[in-house]
């Protein structure tokens, strides 16, 4: 296994560190305190800001969100090497019908992502090199984005899993974000989610959302329960109406497990968040959305999250310091994912759900 697989395989778990450690738990919450990092509050809600008690039951009038690209013009895979991700995310994908495209990672020069750790002046933010390489290679991944032109595109992480209604469910979002961001449906057969966004984060793990958050919620049978839920999107799902969907404009989310782009909204990315200077790539898009330098929406419950393998993948040890087994390309034994009630995953590779 090459020196870069290997760093990728650590990038890949450590972004799963990131997310449960306590350390960045209480990081994340002074963000959120401090009145200075406070999301901004659109201010031209005329209707449905605060109003909890209407909400969208998804028609398929316009059932364009759920094709094989989920109404994006491609949904392209975050993947470094063929591995039990790949394997599960293909079967997943079949079993749900969806087109995912596996585009080539171009190779990544170490001394290239040492360069764009040390960017910035000393006292800035930097990430480690583990987060530099995802970083970089979520810009590469971007960057093709822009060369093939794409009017939308789905980008996911290698090792996401959703539920297997991922297409009805889809159908509601793409409701949603047109009536949040005051889209006609006249161009709904070719942008079913319109132009106006640059990031819709439906796969995070974490978030903030308040009752005086611009919100369009979506009746969702699919959504696991808030006793259920687990994560630092806690907080925020404890105060969402049971059985809704929250579709609004971002607040502070979190890793990137699944995350679309419109054209002009992958060249903002870039931009913006290309420069470095911060500990890892969702922190720096977290922190253009939430100053809004980029136009962010947000799905929570989320609609995609990372599959956790079994103790035999060894994907859940840190100390497994050889990582020899992160190219394993088949799973022994049924993993699990968090808050996604019917994993794709699990009915793929096993035939049943795998959330207790
Ligand atoms: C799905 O719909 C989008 C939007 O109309 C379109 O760009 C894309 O090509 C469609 N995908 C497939 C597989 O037909
Ligand atoms: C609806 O919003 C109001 C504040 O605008 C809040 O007090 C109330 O608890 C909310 N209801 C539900 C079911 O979330
Ligand atoms: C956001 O934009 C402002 C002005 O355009 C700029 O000063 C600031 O550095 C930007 N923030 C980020 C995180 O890029
Ligand atoms: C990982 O894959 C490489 C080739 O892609 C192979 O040479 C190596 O033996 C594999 N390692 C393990 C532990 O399977």
């Known amino acids: 296994m090459s020196r870069s697989a290997a760093a990728w395989a650590f990038a890949v778990r450590w972004r799963w560190y990131l997310c449960v450690a306590p350390a960045v738990t209480l990081l994340w919450m002074l963000y959120l305190l401090s009145s200075q990092y406070r999301p901004r509050v659109v201010a031209q809600s005329h209707s449905l800001s605060a109003d909890n008690t209407t909400s969208i039951t998804p028609v398929p009038a316009f059932p364009g969100a759920g094709n094989a690209t989920l109404g994006f013009e491609a949904i392209l895979a975050l993947s470094p090497f063929p591995s039990w991700r790949t394997t599960g ?67 996911v992480e290698d090792d996401v899993d959703w539920d297997v209604s991922i297409k009805e469910q889809m159908v509601g979002v793409a409701e949603a974000v047109r009536r949040l961001t005051k889209t006609k449906d006249e161009n709904v057969e070719t942008t079913p989610y319109g132009q106006s966004w640059d990031v819709l984060w439906v ?32 907080a925020p799902v404890d105060r969402l109406p049971e059985g809704r969907r929250a579709v609004f404009y971002s607040g502070a989310p979190i890793c990137t497990f699944a995350y679309a782009l419109t054209k002009a909204g992958a060249r903002n990315v870039l931009l913006d968040v290309g420069a470095g200077k911060d500990e890892a790539f969702d922190i720096s898009l977290m922190n253009g959305c939430r100053e809004r330098n980029l136009t962010c929406i947000s799905v929570l419950p989320e609609l995609f999250r990372h599959y956790i393998p079994s103790e035999k993948v060894g994907g859940s040890s840190l100390v497994n310091a050889k990582g020899d087994d992160s190219n394993t390309t088949v799973e022994e034994e049924m993993g699990h994912t968090e808050n996604i009630l019917q994993s794709a995953r699990c009915h793929a590779l096993w035939g049943r759900p795998c959330l207790a």
Do not use: M
């Open 203 to 234: 796969g995070l793990c974490a978030e903030t959302w308040d009752h005086d958050f611009e919100t369009v919620f979506i009746d969702d049978e699919t959504v696991i329960s808030a006793e259920q839920y687990v994560g630092l999107g806690k």
């Open 89 to 155: 995310l293909q079967a997943a994908a079949q079993l749900t019908g969806l087109d995912i495209q596996i585009p080539p990672q171009p190779p990544i020069n170490p001394e290239l992502v040492d360069a764009f750790a040390g960017l910035g002046p000393e006292d800035a933010r930097h990430p480690n090199h583990g987060s530099a390489l995802a970083w970089v290679a979520h810009l590469d991944l971007i960057k093709h984005v822009v060369q093939s032109d794409f009017e939308t595109s789905l980008i």
